[in-house]
Nanobody, 127 residues
Framework: QVQLVESGGGLVQAGGSLRLSCAAS????????MGWFRQAPGKEREFVAA????????YYADSVKGRFTISRDNAKNTVYLQMNSLKPEDTAVYYC????????????????????WGQGTPVTVSS
């Protein structure tokens, strides 16, 4: 049974930092790219960042580039999202997801490319 469990969300002031984690189980984590998405109230779920199965290639939404960093530890079956210089507009529920295709050199950014999703962790940035 595939499980993706996010943690690390919470309330932070603008300019602050948070580190999200996503622990994976039930599949061969080290062979799949991983992504982070977010959904703000009343909005569509949007792409945030993705990382290839090797961890070598990463890709970011323009809105978070230079502030967020995605990384992974294949020994721990965990993907991370370090979020710095947080803004109120970063407020959302953050979800991790696994690529539906193993071994891709470049991680995808489209939602339909991801097969399994976590339950989400809420992030609130106060001004």
């Amino acid at each position: 049974q595939v499980q993706l469990v996010e943690s690390g969300g919470g309330l932070v002031q603008a300019g602050g930092s948070l580190r999200l984690s996503c622990a994976a189980s039930g599949f061969t984590f080290s062979t799949y790219g991983m992504g982070w998405f977010r959904q703000a109230p009343g909005k569509e779920r949007e792409f945030v960042a993705a990382i290839s199965w090797t961890g070598i290639n990463t890709y970011y939404a323009d809105s978070v580039k230079g502030r967020f960093t995605i990384s992974r530890d294949n020994a721990k079956n965990t993907v991370y999202l370090q979020m710095n210089s947080l803004k109120p507009e970063d407020t959302a529920v953050y979800y991790c997801a696994s690529d539906r295709t193993p071994g891709r050199r470049w991680p995808p950014s489209e939602r339909y490319e991801y097969r399994y999703w976590g339950q989400g962790t809420p992030v609130t940035v106060s001004s």
